[in-house]
Structures are given as C-alpha cells and as structure tokens.
C-alpha cells in the first residue's frame, strides 16, 4: 500500500481550519484512511498524525503513544474537542511537517478530550503526560494551529532560523 505524502510546513493546508468530518463521510466509511495514516506515521517514526498534514483539510488524527512496557495504543480521533485540562508539563516536541526539529512546548498535563471513533461513535478519554501532549498537538492540527505557534518567542525564532538553515541544505521542502 503506498503511504501519503507528508506536507511540510509552510503548506496552506496546515495553516487552515479543517472542516468538521460529516456524518455522511462516516457512512461512506474512513476505515481504509484510519490504516493509511496509521501506516504512514508509522514509517515516518511518529507517535501522531493528523488529516492536515496528509492533505487533508478535515478534523481527525491517529495517535500511538506506546504504554510504559511498550505496548500499542491505537486510537483515531473525529471532530476532537478538548473538554478540559489540567496541570503542566514542559518537554521536547518534535512534528512530521517540521522534519528534524525539536523544540521545547510547554503543554497541559492532562486533558479530557470528547470525540468520534471511526464509526462515527462519541467518545471521551482522560489522558496525562505524552498522550495528552499528543491530543493537544494533534488537535491544534485540526484548528490550523503548528507547534511553532505554541512556543515562546524565543523559541519561536530559533526554530524558524533552523527551518531556513534546512531549507537552504535542501532538508526540508
Ligand atoms: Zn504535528
């Protein structure tokens, strides 16, 4: 199966609203996308992937945040919606239309996110640490929103003088 193509920052599609997933969408079944994208982060090594960055402009992620003894955790998130959050954590971040940067975010500790399963089920989870900075990264995809935009200035003009750097090395395009 061929995997999608990863944009990279700056695409527009990244930078735009994506549109809420319809009913209709999950009548014609998003199965085949869900396995796409999980596919696709996983060759990439990432732990989230979210329409926007396969070119989608459209509200849903996969996640896989590996519990403590390693162990899978799939899950794929509809019209996510943080309900509420908590707590704070400050970490490394790194994004797959971001090729070889890292830069530190600080983040919740802890959210509550509601949203749709594949089916098209409501569901809502409580996560902490990694998975939660996850969900908070990937959500923000589905709102137009890039790490970039979550760092401090500071941080934020690092990370967009190394974007220039890879640019130039021909790294990143
Ligand atoms: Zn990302």
Known sequence: MPLLKIVHYPEPVLLTVGRPVSDEMFANGLAKTVDDMFETMYAAGGVGLAAPQVGLSQRFFVMDVPDEDGKPNKLAF????????????????????????????????????????????????????LAARCVLHETDHCDGIVFLDRMTVLKREMAKRKIKRLQKTGKWE
């Not at 509809?78 to 959050?85: A, K």
């Open 78 to 129: 509809f019209n996510p919606e943080i309900l509420r959050v908590e707590g704070e954590q400050t970490g490394d971040e790194g994004c797959l239309s971001f090729p070889g940067l890292y830069q530190t975010v600080r983040r919740d500790m802890r959210v509550i996110v509601k949203a749709q399963d594949v089916q098209g089920t409501d569901i809502e989870l409580d996560l902490d640490g």
